[in-house]
């Protein structure tokens, strides 16, 4: 999952989502009073879909060696 940070543009240079925003794939309904309880139907059908593409799709994988990281501790030349 990813959270939008910048807004994001077409190639021909409109905005993508300007005034109208992502529709989502699956809908699903926060009741206020659930909500007041801490229940949150939202998070909750995402965790549901997340871990039942977990055990369906076996072709993720984590790369076998990971990218090295900048070394930060030093100040940039």
Excluded: C, Y
């Excluded at 109208?20 to 059908?45: F, S, T, Y």
């Amino acid at each position: 999952m990813t959270r939008p940070e910048f807004a994001n543009f077409g190639l021909d240079g409109t905005w993508a989502l300007e005034g109208w925003g992502q529709e989502p794939d699956i809908e699903v309904d926060n009741h206020p009073a659930r909500m007041a309880k801490g229940i949150d139907d939202q998070l909750n059908r995402a965790v549901e879909e997340i871990l039942k593409d977990i055990k369906t799709n076996k072709k993720r994988q984590l790369p076998k060696k990971l990218p090295e990281f900048d070394d930060r501790s030093k100040p940039r030349r």
